[in-house]
């Protein structure tokens, strides 16, 4: 009786986080950080698809199964910033409620606190902050990981490995970097179990095959292997670095190392863990947190050597490094070690969702995003089309005919055929842009006097601390010659909303 009792009172406990945990981050969702060109390129397929206009990223390629699955998601809630992000905050949740449930089924995580204690780090670890909170498909990687994780729970082994054969079919239609952390994962489990994963090990590599096939065979035919090979080519950025690190000296981080300020803090704490539990005879729990640190070495040395490490993947670390790290604590008897992993749990906790508070903190009148959206409905009209900063392009969807974007990795504009650069009526963009983009684009174009000027109080206000960097773009608004502006008609409050 008392042992259903205290599994009710943990489900309890656990739905009770889980419901804070996506309620906060959805009502807050327009909120932090500002809006990042990512976003754009993963939600505009959806949107072109859900307007007529074909599904893919214009002028780019994305193939990736989460855009996809925004289609339905787009046609229940729409368009906006938050609908966007809310996709990937709940496809977040679902993953931490799964992972709860695999290492309970896998006996990793024998007792309830540690089990809580897991879903709080992880919700608040550097990198897991920037995975859920912007509108990008780390969300949705997250739960593909936990999925994985779960399966491996599966007692009969006939059903698992018919589970395994299912999801990892389906790997390469989510990313491609999914496949360098399952081939990690498979080496990593070869090193430690010997052969007595093997099965496992080759259904899961057998099905990610057989499914990279079926992708290519889809692209191919599609007539869009040309430019999924382009994508592929601009993210792979290690032979630059490696020159210019080689040759000049120069450290060339940016998009290419992750900047996970909580990162270092998890790692010491397994590695005392390690070194706590290696004395004794080998348990589970050891074997978890030598699989949390292998594969976190492996997956890093594969991702720098192909191609990138960024950020925005370092969830494929943090979650069995942190699995891992509270496996040890659950069943370690030192108390000096148990303190000291507790410790550095907390600093992990303190430099993710502490510097993110405070990065939000210090700059709160710039993350208003109505500020964005106002200045979005006093700018465009319902027929124009607009070339806009990625920050104000997800606002001007929901008014504007269409909308492009500019992209960091190619310059738009010269891949814009002379119909659609002339068919562009409206401009919102930075002002050291101004004079390349209507160079580029050609006719005559006159600032309208609109402007969305930030405040600029950001304490982190450098592009050197990863997303709590970030700031809101200072954007001025730009009509072709000829077309009324809406600033020449008389606004309601008789004043320009953005008017101080």
């Avoid at 990162?263 to 004794?280: E, N, T, V, W, Y």
């Avoid at 191609?307 to 925005?312: D, E, G, L, M, N």
């Avoid at 943090?318 to 108390?335: A, H």
């Amino acid at each position: 009786m008392n042992k259903t009792a205290n599994k009710v009172s943990e489900l309890w406990w656990v739905s009770l986080f889980l419901l804070a945990f996506l309620l906060f981050n959805v009502l807050s969702a327009t909120s932090y950080p500002f809006p990042d060109v990512d976003e754009c390129m993963i939600a505009e397929p959806a949107i072109n698809f859900i307007h007529g206009k074909g599904f893919g990223v214009r002028f780019s390629e994305i193939l990736a199964m989460y855009s996809f699955l925004l289609v339905p998601w787009i046609e229940l809630f729409g368009t906006s910033l938050r609908s966007i992000r809310s996709a990937n905050i709940t496809c977040a949740t679902t993953a931490l409620l799964l992972l709860w449930v695999a290492v309970r089924r896998l006996g990793l995580i024998p007792q309830a606190i540690w089990q809580l204690l897991l879903l709080c780090v992880l919700a608040a670890e550097f990198g897991m902050i920037f995975a859920y909170r912007t509108g990008r498909y780390d969300g949705f990687g997250c739960l593909l990981m936990s999925i994985v994780i779960l399966t491996m729970s599966i007692r009969v082994r006939p059903r698992r490995l018919l589970a395994l054969f299912i999801v990892c079919l389906f790997l390469p239609w989510a990313g491609p970097q999914y496949l360098v952390a399952l081939f990690a994962a498979g080496i990593v489990l070869c090193l430690l179990s010997r052969s007595h994963y093997w099965m496992e090990i080759a259904t899961s590599f057998m099905a990610s095959a057989l499914g990279a096939i079926g992708f290519l065979l889809m692209v191919y035919i599609s007539g869009r292997l040309k430019s999924y090979r382009n994508f592929l080519s601009i993210q792979q950025r290690s032979t630059s670095f490696f020159s210019e690190l080689i040759k000049h000296g120069k450290l060339l981080h940016h998009n290419f190392l992750p900047k996970d300020f909580s990162l270092p803090f998890l790692i010491l704490g397994a590695l005392i863990m390690f070194a706590s539990l290696r004395r004794k005879r080998p348990t589970l729990q050891c074997s978890s947190v030598c699989y949390g640190i292998l594969y976190c070495a492996v997956l890093s040395g594969l991702l720098i050597s192909i191609a990138k490490f960024p950020t925005y993947y370092i969830y494929l670390i943090v979650i069995p490094i942190v699995v891992g790290l509270f496996s040890g604590l659950s069943v370690c008897e030192s108390g000096r070690a148990k303190f000291a992993t507790a410790i550095l749990c907390v600093m992990s906790m303190l430099a993710g969702a502490g510097l993110n508070a405070v990065a939000y903190a210090s700059d709160t009148p710039d993350h208003d995003y109505s500020l964005i959206e106002g200045f979005v409905a006093e700018s465009v009209r319902g027929d124009d089309i607009a070339y806009v900063d990625s920050q104000a392009y997800l606002a001007t969807r929901q008014r504007a005919e269409d909308a492009y974007f500019p992209n960091p990795d190619l310059d738009v504009i010269p891949k814009m055929s002379q119909q659609q650069r002339d068919s562009i009526t409206l401009l919102l963009i930075q002002p050291g842009w101004i004079r390349d983009t209507t160079r580029e684009l050609g006719g005559n174009w006159q600032e309208t006097g609109e402007e969305l000027r930030p405040a600029g109080h950001s304490l982190f206000g450098s592009n050197h601390m990863g997303f709590i960097s970030w700031t809101l773009n200072d954007l001025r608004v730009l009509r072709r010659s000829g077309i009324p502006t809406q600033s020449a008609q008389e606004h309601p409050s008789g004043r320009s909303p953005m008017a101080p």
